[in-house]
């Protein structure tokens, strides 16, 4: 199970590391003479501190991978039961590999297109009926250096969509925004020889 605590034991160091900033820098800013001049640079200090501080907050680095890619026309059964021949099928996998765990929305966008670009489908996909969890027991959670997978059949209802795009949104445990795109080519249906 993942331990929730990392987030917050990170949080208390960077707390006590700007409280000590602070009492050094208002220390060594009643030492100095009463020159404003002065007084702004010990100022200044704080803020370069704060900016420091701030620039070194890990954050989730986050691959993702699509296999087959491009998806061949009829291999939807390869990787849904529930799929038929004229399905396309696809083993999603998200990859934590910044050390930073990442909590995701609980739908993710999937898009289709056309081949001249035009968007024939949007849909937001349930998390947890799609993804299995790799190495985390929660289904919207990405551990810290983990994986969460799993398959998606498509439909082609109309024939003619050349690309899907998959959009993966949520925050990591240091706060920033995630954000996670792919995209893959739908081949078409071709006859048997």
Not at 41 to 52: D, E, H, K, R
Not at 159 to 164: L, P, T
Request: with cysteine.
């Amino acid at each position: 199970m993942t331990s929730r605590k990392q987030p917050g034991a990170w949080k208390l160091w960077r707390t006590l590391t700007l409280c000590g900033a602070l009492l050094l820098s208002a220390y060594a800013t009643s030492n100095e003479s009463s020159d404003p001049e002065e007084d702004l640079s010990g100022g200044l200090s704080i803020v370069a501190i704060w900016a420091a501080l701030q620039s070194q907050t890990p954050a989730a680095s986050v691959e993702f991978t699509l296999a087959p890619d491009p998806i061949p026309y009829g291999n939807g059964p390869d990787f849904c039961p529930i799929a038929s021949e004229d399905d396309w099928g696809q083993f999603i996998t998200l990859s934590e590999t910044g050390g930073v765990g990442v909590d995701f929305a609980d739908t993710f966008l999937v898009q289709y297109f056309r081949a001249d670009g035009q968007l024939d489908g949007s849909f937001d996909v349930p998390l947890v009926s799609f993804l299995d969890n790799c190495d985390s027991p929660e289904n919207n959670r990405l551990a810290p250096n983990g994986s969460l997978c799993g398959e998606i059949c498509h439909r082609d209802s109309t024939a003619g969509r050349a690309r899907v795009d998959y959009t993966f949104t949520g925050t990591d445990d240091s706060g920033n925004p995630v954000n996670v795109t792919g995209s893959s080519q739908m081949l078409p249906f071709e006859p048997p020889p």
